[in-house]
């Protein structure tokens, strides 16, 4: 029976393409003709994945034979890659956009230049890039892409910070500009704490001066979870169980109402952070992971005139924000190497990458960010 199996994926092999960045690969039969022809990548390891449905039944890891390296293409080699929550949806085929299976999963990474064609300038093999705005298919150990999709960072930056600093430090940082001006001794109150986000919405405040108020879910642990979140500069943190009174605000003391929320779980959470906004406050929300709904009081509308915001990065990211992007992206990665925003994360050798996406998929409970390494 494995025999057969196995003769059934080579089959499937000779008479499929899978898309290597943005290149269809060539057949296994076809490939050596055009190496003798062509600037050619090495062969790359990739998790691939052939329709949606549960990422831990349908990806695996596939072999791709090499790729013509084209004028203005440069081959990385990835270094390390996240898996996002994001990263599990568009497997899953319930994310806004996606790409059409069969695909390679992963959306965001660092790699260094292994070669560059003909027409390119200003990158160099050694170089480390990232792909800005990211680029679908970062989970492969060689990737070819136009020289256009890569952005050139200092390589002083740890690695595994380089990897994760489009989608999440980004999103905390966007958050933060967009929709309240924020002023030294305000005060935010958020859900979700102890995200990625989260925690980078806590260290950000705390550079601008800015006080936090933080909601985590109750869970064991939780007196070091609020510890460790202090530490990372949080004024305040509450499990949703000590908020479960009604008048909240008393809990806050000396600190300010908060002016801006943030919510990435909806539900009973989300109405924890609209208690403690002050009138006229406004809620972002950028996620949802309990799967239900915000629910607000009219009262809130009415009495408070609260407003109730949306976030969506890949929206944000549009064409002409590519230049916004990286400066944006250079300005946190400075934060990161000078430890001013740091957070949790779990390294993973690549070959591993069912166990770290079983993590990731909250199997063995919670975890820290799982970050493959190539």
């Not at 994001?86 to 695909?103: C, F, H, K, L, T």
């Not at 989970?139 to 910070?161: G, R």
Request: hydrophobic letters at 40%.
């Amino acid at each position: 029976m494995a025999a057969m199996k196995q003769l059934a994926l080579r089959s499937a092999f000779k008479t499929a393409s899978f898309h290597f960045g943005s290149h269809q690969l060539p057949l296994r039969r076809n490939y050596v003709r055009a190496f003798s022809a062509a600037i050619m990548s090495p062969p790359s390891m990739a998790v691939v994945y052939d329709q949606h449905g549960p990422p831990d039944q349908l990806t695996r890891l596939v072999e791709f034979p090499p790729v013509e390296i084209k004028a203005h293409d440069v081959c990385v080699k990835m270094l390390a890659a996240p898996i996002n929550p994001s990263d599990i949806n568009r497997i899953e085929g319930v994310y806004p956009v996606r790409p059409v299976p069969p695909a390679v999963g992963g959306y965001e990474g660092v790699g260094e230049v292994y070669a560059v064609g003909s027409g390119v300038n200003g990158l160099s093999p050694g170089d480390w890039v990232i792909p800005s705005p990211p680029s679908f298919g970062t989970w492969q150990s060689y990737i070819v892409q136009e020289q256009s999709v890569w952005h050139k960072i200092n390589k002083d930056t740890p690695m595994e910070y380089a990897a994760t600093v489009t989608v999440n430090p980004l999103t905390a940082f966007r958050m933060f500009k967009d929709f309240v001006q924020l002023n030294p001794g305000d005060a935010i109150v958020q859900n979700g704490a102890t995200s990625m986000v989260g925690q980078c919405i806590i260290q950000l405040a705390r550079i601008q001066g800015v006080h936090s108020i933080n909601i985590i879910r109750d869970r064991a642990g939780a007196d070091e979870v609020k510890e460790n979140l202090k530490k990372l500069g949080a004024d305040e943190v509450f499990t949703e169980s000590q908020l479960d009174v009604k008048k909240v605000k008393e809990l806050l003391g000396s600190l300010p109402e908060p002016a801006l929320g943030f919510n990435c779980v909806g539900g009973n959470a989300a109405t924890l952070v609209l208690k403690f906004l002050r009138s006229g406050g406004t809620m972002v929300t950028y996620g949802g992971m309990s799967k239900k709904p915000v629910t607000v009081s009219t009262s809130s509308f009415i009495f408070k005139d609260l407003s109730l915001r949306g976030f969506w990065l890949q929206k944000w990211m549009s064409s002409d924000k590519a230049d916004e992007c990286r400066d944006m992206i250079d300005q946190l990665l400075g934060l990161m190497r000078d430890g001013k925003i740091k957070y949790d994360m779990e390294l993973v050798p690549f070959k591993d990458f069912h166990i770290a996406l079983d993590k990731a998929l909250g199997k063995q409970g919670s975890n820290p960010k799982q970050v493959l390494i190539f």
